[in-house]
């Protein structure tokens, strides 16, 4: 599959989000990514379920909502009336990380795994088979805009390496500094799927930034 872009609306301008939405809509993007942090998992707070169903309501292609909070498994049904299309939890915040997974598809949504910088692949061996997505963090969760981090190139072929070993069909997000500069190597790499919010929304022409990364 040629891979695809999850434009971060953390980036865009929430007084006028119905039009950073549909901008998106109508670009190439293929998924909206909604950060959802809780100020305990990461030490910033960014929105809650209102905002999830605003975003919702005028976008026309799915929302895949990484959740930066801890203990997820408490909200999972509310994500998914608030219009989550697909769950990805972080690995350091589950302690029951394969039920955590089991109620996510269990709703009918598509589950991923996030993994911190700090965070070994080899920890999703006993649950790769059983994912849709691993989303490999380029910086430490918290904040849009940061430097990417280059550690992060190395941990594409091991993510790939398990998912060929294990036979899964996971495919493979990277979330954190993402632009024009290391974006095509990351596909090259392996990534399936880019999220990238400065990059595209600080840019003078976001509709034609998604573009340039849709076609690198
Ligand atoms: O999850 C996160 C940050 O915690 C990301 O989704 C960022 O929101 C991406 O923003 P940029 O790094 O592309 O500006
Ligand atoms: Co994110």
Same mark, same amino acid.
């Not at 599959?1 to 999850?6: E, K, N, T």
């Not at 091991?158 to 990351?186: F, P, Y």
């Not at 573009?211 to 690198?216: H, W």
């Given at each position: #599959?040629?891979?695809?872009?999850?434009p971060?609306?953390?980036a865009?301008?929430?007084? $006028?989000?119905?039009?950073?939405?549909?901008?998106?809509?109508?670009?190439?993007?293929?998924?909206?990514?909604?950060?959802? #942090?809780?100020?305990?998992?990461?030490?910033?707070?960014?929105?809650?379920?209102?905002? #999830?169903?605003?975003?919702?309501? $005028?976008?026309?292609?799915?929302?895949?909502?990484?959740?930066?909070?801890?203990?997820?498994?408490?909200?999972?049904?509310?994500?998914?009336?608030?219009?989550?299309?697909?769950?990805?939890?972080?690995?350091?915040?589950?302690?029951?990380?394969?039920?955590?997974?089991?109620?996510?598809?269990?709703?009918? #949504?598509?589950?991923?795994?996030?993994?911190?910088?700090?965070?070994?692949?080899?920890?999703?061996?006993? &649950?790769?088979?059983?994912?849709?997505?691993?989303?490999?963090?380029?910086?430490?969760?918290?904040?849009?805009?940061?430097?990417?981090?280059?550690?992060? $190139?190395?941990?594409?072929?091991?993510?790939?390496?398990?998912?060929?070993?294990?036979?899964?069909?996971? &495919?493979?997000?990277?979330?954190?500094?993402?632009?024009?500069?290391?974006?095509?190597?990351? &596909?090259?790499?392996?990534?399936?799927?880019?999220?990238a919010g400065s990059a595209i929304f600080?840019s003078?022409?976001p509709?034609?930034t998604i573009?340039?990364?849709?076609?690198?």
């Open positions: #599959m040629s891979h695809l872009i999850a971060s609306i953390l865009g301008n929430f007084a $006028y989000l119905q039009k950073d939405v549909e901008m998106l809509n109508k670009s190439e993007a293929d998924w909206i990514h909604v950060d959802i #942090m809780d100020g305990l998992f990461v030490p910033n707070i960014s929105f809650g379920f209102p905002v #999830m169903d605003a975003i919702k309501k $005028y976008a026309s292609i799915p929302l895949s909502v990484h959740l930066m909070i801890i203990k997820p498994e408490r909200f999972i049904s509310r994500f998914k009336k608030s219009g989550a299309d697909h769950l990805i939890v972080h690995y350091e915040a589950c302690t029951h990380l394969h039920s955590t997974i089991q109620k996510i598809k269990s709703e009918g #949504m598509q589950a991923g795994v996030a993994l911190n910088p700090h965070t070994t692949v080899n920890h999703l061996d006993d &649950v790769i088979t059983d994912i849709d997505q691993v989303l490999i963090m380029s910086v430490n969760p918290g904040f849009g805009g940061q430097n990417f981090i280059k550690n992060t $190139y190395r941990k594409i072929e091991q993510t790939w390496n398990l998912i060929d070993k294990r036979g899964s069909s996971a &495919v493979i997000g990277i979330d954190g500094g993402v632009d024009l500069t290391n974006a095509s190597k990351l &596909v090259e790499l392996g990534a399936d799927i880019l999220v600080k003078d022409n509709n034609k573009s340039t990364l849709k076609n690198i």
